[in-house]
């Protein structure tokens, strides 16, 4: 019965920020690591943030490393991945993704549930 909803997803331009939110039901969302993928036609999905339910550590792929952040609330059981500086190569579709073992990991294979997705397009 775990959901995971993403939102915030749109168009935005080349030097933009974009916030997009993951809120989690049907689970104890505190004692789960929490990731961000991103996946554009054609490719895999790639990693681009998690964090550990405390919060006291994070990861980051080095493409978007000092342009975005990840965080969360647990009271609202909501992770969050504010985007700044966009640039088009970060146009994808981008997944939520919750991983029982708290583990920082850039593997798909490690998290347990998946959203289904926000689309987020930045143009030139």
């Known amino acids: 019965q775990v959901q995971l909803v993403e939102s915030g997803g749109g168009l935005v331009q080349a030097g933009g920020s974009l916030t997009l939110s993951c809120a989690a039901s049907?689970?104890?969302?505190?004692?789960?690591?929490m990731g961000w993928f991103r996946q554009a036609p054609g490719k895999e999905r790639e990693f681009v943030a998690a964090i550990t339910w405390s919060a006291g550590r994070t990861a980051f792929s080095d493409s978007v490393k000092g342009r975005f952040t990840i965080s969360r609330d647990n009271a609202k059981n909501t992770v969050y991945l504010q985007m700044n500086s966009l640039k088009p190569e970060d146009t994808a579709v981008y997944y939520c993704?919750?991983?029982?073992?708290?583990?920082?990991?850039?593997?798909?294979?490690?998290?347990?549930?998946w959203g289904q997705g926000t689309q987020v397009t930045v143009s030139s």
């Open positions: 993704a919750a991983q029982r073992a708290n583990l920082l990991s850039s593997r798909v294979a490690m998290y347990d549930y």
């Open positions: 049907g689970l104890t969302f505190l004692i789960y690591a």
